[in-house]
């Protein structure tokens, strides 16, 4: 959705109105005596679209308002950093990884992208992420202990997550992983110098922080304890196991020893086995995966001479380990990607594709594998590709156009499943376990699942699920049934808490007969919460407040071809707080007031006031004198986040 510079430069900034549009004959007339609706405004919060289109359901304007200065800490003596990383990792205990490596499918459904381009999302949530990180914020949890035990089984960003919220809630969890270390594929996937070992590991040591959270690591349920006596010993149990296992290509020659997994080959890298790769690295794929092997591969380069039983696939099948002193003599070795799409349909995020280019990766694109070529010792020699055309849905070679990719290591990152060895009673026929849509495991009362294990998808869509698993937990162990989830089901700004939290919450409700309301101290006058039912489009907004702003960049470090060999540090460096400050300051705010007082300066009627200062907060900012109010909507019309609707009337 992001403009070009070249659109960013010339393009107009939406207008509400076209030109001729001003040419009433009686102004006076037209505002007062034409508009027949008999409505006033009222005030109404819904979900942005950045928001809507995030797995985890982040509170992102929110984040961005306070970032930006108009939401403000109550808590005397509070950051706005520290108010931005509480409001954030509501629903994402991992900001600063999130920014880092999120695909930002909320950057996608920006309203912004209607204007020029959209917001810098996920650098705002590094920053917020980083300052955390340097000024060691921390997340409280409730003293009070519900008593109850959960079995969370796999300590990966689900299973974090999942502890996380369900510590929030007051219940203790005990995490099992199979690994040395916690961090699932933050860790053993994606390589450091995208999710850096230090921030990840105080994002997992925070959430450890809360206390109650117990690990039994190097611990496989399944194998080295069985389901039952986790039954036995557990109040519940979450899945959060991820998927382990790579699927092998399916062609002829697939299952030669020198073809791997790309996970497995990432495993064997992140744990510091592999520290040099083969001459020529074939990689088929198109994901994220895909990419970090090969931008991995063309990292660790080869040396001259690698003895045989050294050779990468002996060391990414567990059997040996490489000598660090291998970094020393590397050089460059010739990597090459595959992707069944053309590169713009690739699936992983268009800015890594082209840093795997700027590094020196050959990439092939619309082209598939047909046959590995084997050598005389049943290793592979060549991949034989072909271009790759649809038909019915299903990837065909074109005859005639077939050509080999000579190479010494083949790595198939073409999807992951799950590893379900010693767990069979939970497969459901496809390597994946099956989920309710309250994430509880149908048919097996206490058992509750989320993350890749359900489907491989995002890590935002794991740390989303976690969060309902852990609330369908609650519930559970509260004897509640599950009751519906909202349609619009995300982790939103709550006004009564807002309220509550700036000591101005509503007094008790007097059953009586009450003429009105807009004096009555036990309501909120004139404001709708749709939140859970509606996202506002960009055609609700006034877009023509906005002025064309370029986004800002994330200043990067990334190496070309000539400098990657043995470059592990991180590409992208975090905003400065201005810079953070001036980036939030671009959010729209879709759905709810930011306190520009458009309605109140156009207001005809002077019917628009600012709420007092001292009974003030976000959302209830603006108020409306219904005995002034003539139902004009002009105050609608110039609302540039379309927080006003013209709905009460008679
Ligand atoms: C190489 C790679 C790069 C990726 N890059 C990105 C990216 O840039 N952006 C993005 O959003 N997503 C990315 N993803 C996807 C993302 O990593 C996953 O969606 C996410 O990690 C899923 O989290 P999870 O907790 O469900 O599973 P995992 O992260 O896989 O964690 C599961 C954990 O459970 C453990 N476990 C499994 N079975 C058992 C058992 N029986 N007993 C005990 N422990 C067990 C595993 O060892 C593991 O530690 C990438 C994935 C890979 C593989
Ligand atoms: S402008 Fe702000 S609130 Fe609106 S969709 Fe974009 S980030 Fe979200
Ligand atoms: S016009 Fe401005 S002050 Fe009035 S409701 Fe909309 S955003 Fe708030």
């Not at 409505?39 to 995030?54: D, I, L």
């Not at 990657?564 to 992208?572: I, K, N, Q, T």
Request: glycine letters at 10%; charged letters at 25%; proline letters at 5%.
């Amino acid at each position: 959705m992001a403009s070009s510079k070249e659109e960013m430069d010339h393009k107009l900034t939406f207008r509400k109105f076209e030109d001729g549009d001003y040419t009433w004959g009686n102004f006076g007339d037209q505002i007062f005596n034409e508009d027949t609706s008999h409505k006033c405004p009222t005030y109404v919060h819904r979900t942005p679209p950045c928001q809507g289109s995030c797995p985890s359901g982040e509170d992102i304007r929110g984040w961005l308002q306070i970032v930006r200065g108009i939401e403000k800490p109550q808590k005397e003596g509070m950051s706005m950093q520290e108010y931005a990383f509480l409001r954030s990792t509501d629903a994402n205990p991992f900001p600063s990884m999130m920014g880092r490596v999120c695909p930002a499918p909320c950057q996608d459904g920006c309203n912004r992208n209607h204007v020029e381009d959209f917001v810098g999302i996920n650098a705002v949530e590094q920053y917020i992420g980083d300052t955390a990180f340097e000024q060691g914020f921390k997340f409280e949890a409730p003293a009070k202990l519900s008593g109850k035990t959960v079995a969370i089984i796999g300590g990966g960003p689900a299973g974090l997550a999942a502890a996380y919220q369900l510590r929030r809630m007051g219940h203790a969890s005990v995490i099992f992983d199979d690994h040395d270390e916690l961090g699932g594929m933050f860790r053993y996937g994606i390589p450091g110098y995208r999710t850096p070992r230090p921030h990840l590991n105080h994002e997992i040591q925070r959430i450890l922080d809360m206390g109650n959270i117990e690990t039994r690591m190097q611990t496989r349920v399944g194998k080295d304890v069985s389901v039952e006596q986790v039954e036995k010993e557990f109040d519940a149990v979450l899945w959060a196991l991820g998927c382990q296992s790579g699927r092998g290509l399916p062609v002829e020659g697939g299952d030669a020893p020198n073809c791997v997994a790309g996970v497995k080959f990432l495993e064997a890298f992140n744990t510091g086995r592999l520290q040099v790769t083969a001459d020529r690295v074939v990689c088929v794929g198109g994901g994220d995966t895909s990419i970090d092997v090969v931008s991995v591969a063309r990292r660790l380069g080869r040396i001259e001479k690698l003895n045989k039983e050294e050779a990468p696939e002996h060391v990414i099948g567990g059997y040996v380990a490489h000598d660090a002193a291998y970094a020393a003599s590397r050089e460059g070795a010739e990597v090459t990607l595959t992707s069944l799409f053309p590169k713009a349909e690739m699936t992983a995020a268009e800015h890594e594709v082209h840093d795997a280019q700027r590094e020196g990766v050959t990439i092939k694109d619309g082209v598939m594998p047909i046959k590995v070529i084997l050598g005389d010792d049943g290793r592979a020699t060549a991949l034989r590709m072909a271009t790759c055309e649809m038909v019915d849905n299903r990837p065909t070679p074109v005859e005639g156009t077939e050509f080999d990719i000579e190479c010494d290591l083949i790595v198939s990152a073409i999807g992951q499943g799950g590893d379900l060895e010693g767990l069979e009673e939970f497969d459901n026929g496809r390597g994946l376990i099956d989920a309710d849509k309250f994430y509880a495991v149908p048919n097996r009362e206490g058992h509750f699942v989320c993350g890749d294990i359900i489907r491989p998808h995002l890590l935002t869509t794991a740390i989303g699920q976690a969060s309902i698993a852990a609330e369908s937990i609650d519930y559970y162990f509260n004897d509640t049934e599950i009751r519906k989830r909202p349609k619009v089901d995300v982790h939103h700004f709550d006004l009564l808490e807002k309220l509550q939290e700036s000591g101005l919450e509503p007094k008790e409700y007097e059953p009586g007969e009450y003429w009105g309301t807009d004096k009555s101290e036990f309501s909120v006058h004139n404001f709708e919460d749709r939140a859970a039912q509606e996202i506002i489009p960009y055609d609700e907004l006034f877009l023509g407040h906005f002025p064309f702003t370029p986004r800002l960049l994330r200043e990067e470090h990334g190496p070309d071809a000539e400098q990657v060999l043995g470059h592990f540090e991180e590409r992208m460096k975090s905003f400065t707080d201005e810079q953070a400050i001036e980036e939030a300051g671009r959010c729209m705010s879709c759905g709810m007031c930011f306190e520009c007082d458009n309605c109140v300066v156009y207001c005809p009627q002077d019917a628009v006031f600012r709420v007092k200062k001292d009974e003030s907060t976000t959302g209830r900012y603006v108020d409306t004198d219904y005995s002034k109010c003539i139902g004009c909507h002009i105050c609608a019309d110039v609302c540039p986040t379309g927080y006003i609707d013209m709905a009460l009337g008679h």
